[in-house]
């Protein structure tokens, strides 16, 4: 499972790296034009924060693929490291991508609402998948079992193509889409602080500080062998 953080937040980002196990940041144009900001020097200050090796996923925001190849290729040039290009899927995202494969640009194929389209997706060439699970939830639709399907349909078919389950609005969906057997999952920073967060961990902990200082005082483990 690879866990990537769903923002554009400098301050958000650089909390997460240095606590979580990241695999990388997505965003998307709305991500981005919450931070009102130069969008060169934001990507550019996300890549030094994360580092070279670390995944980082932009949107193109042109709609036909000429366009989005051409994107695609000055965004790599301008950002560098392990860079994908998100597309939404559609027949000019699908000619892109298809493009943009031959050229050894990775492709992140988002907006993923239905199986079809992801396996489409993969078939041109997608290196990833985005489906939405809580937009899909929203429709009274339910996002992790289309995450279920396109997992299958990929081991099915063989096919290489990760799916980064997207989209969350509550632990429980990134659970279940992980159970079954999501390869990746996006998340915004308030998500991420819930994934790990559970009162009895900390109830736990206190008692542990209260029993040490009943018997060791303010000592440490250090005070006591150093
Ligand atoms: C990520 O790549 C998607 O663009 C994002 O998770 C969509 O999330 P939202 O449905 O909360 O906007």
Same mark, same amino acid.
């Given at each position: 499972? %690879? $866990? #990537?953080?769903?923002?554009?937040? @400098?301050?958000?980002?650089? &909390? !997460?790296?240095?606590?979580?196990?990241?695999?990388? #940041?997505?965003? *998307?144009?709305?991500?981005?034009? /919450?931070?009102?900001?130069?969008?060169?020097?934001?990507?550019?200050?996300?890549?030094?924060?994360?580092?070279?090796?670390?995944? %980082? +996923?932009?949107?193109?925001?042109?709609?036909?693929?000429?366009?989005?190849?051409?994107?695609?290729?000055?965004?790599?040039?301008?950002?560098?490291?392990?860079? $994908?290009?998100?597309?939404?899927?559609?027949?000019?995202?699908?000619?892109?991508?298809? @493009?943009? &494969?031959?050229?050894?640009? /990775?492709?992140?194929?988002?907006?993923?609402?239905?199986?079809?389209?992801?396996? @489409?997706?993969?078939?041109?060439?997608?290196?990833?998948?985005?489906?939405?699970?809580?937009?899909?939830?929203?429709?009274?639709?339910?996002?992790? +079992?289309?995450?279920?399907?396109?997992?299958?349909?990929?081991?099915?078919?063989?096919?290489?193509?990760?799916?980064?389950?997207?989209?969350?609005? *509550?632990?429980?969906?990134?659970?279940?889409?992980? !159970?079954?057997?999501? +390869?990746?999952?996006?998340?915004?920073?308030? @998500?991420?602080?819930?994934?790990?967060? +559970?009162?009895?961990?900390?109830?736990?902990?206190?008692?542990?500080?209260?029993?040490?200082?009943?018997?060791?005082?303010?000592?440490?483990?250090?005070?006591?062998?150093?």
């Amino acid at each position: 499972m %690879l $866990y #990537v953080i769903d923002t554009a937040h @400098i301050e958000e980002i650089k &909390k !997460c790296v240095e606590i979580y196990p990241v695999a990388g #940041v997505t965003t *998307n144009p709305t991500i981005i034009s /919450k931070e009102n900001t130069d969008f060169g020097t934001l990507i550019k200050t996300i890549r030094d924060i994360i580092g070279p090796d670390k995944m %980082l +996923h932009i949107q193109a925001t042109s709609m036909s693929a000429e366009k989005i190849v051409k994107e695609a290729m000055e965004l790599q040039q301008f950002v560098g490291g392990d860079f $994908y290009v998100k597309i939404p899927v559609s027949p000019e995202g699908l000619k892109a991508t298809k @493009i943009l &494969k031959r050229s050894g640009i /990775k492709v992140t194929m988002t907006a993923i609402f239905t199986q079809q389209q992801a396996l @489409i997706s993969a078939l041109a060439g997608a290196d990833f998948v985005a489906p939405y699970i809580n937009r899909l939830d929203n429709i009274v639709s339910d996002g992790v +079992h289309v995450v279920s399907e396109i997992v299958e349909q990929f081991k099915n078919y063989d096919l290489k193509t990760k799916v980064l389950a997207a989209s969350f609005k *509550n632990v429980e969906q990134v659970h279940k889409v992980a !159970c079954v057997g999501s +390869h990746a999952v996006t998340v915004a920073p308030d @998500i991420f602080e819930k994934l790990i967060y +559970h009162p009895l961990t900390y109830y736990a902990i206190d008692d542990f500080e209260k029993d040490w200082e009943s018997v060791y005082g303010d000592k440490k483990i250090l005070d006591l062998i150093g």
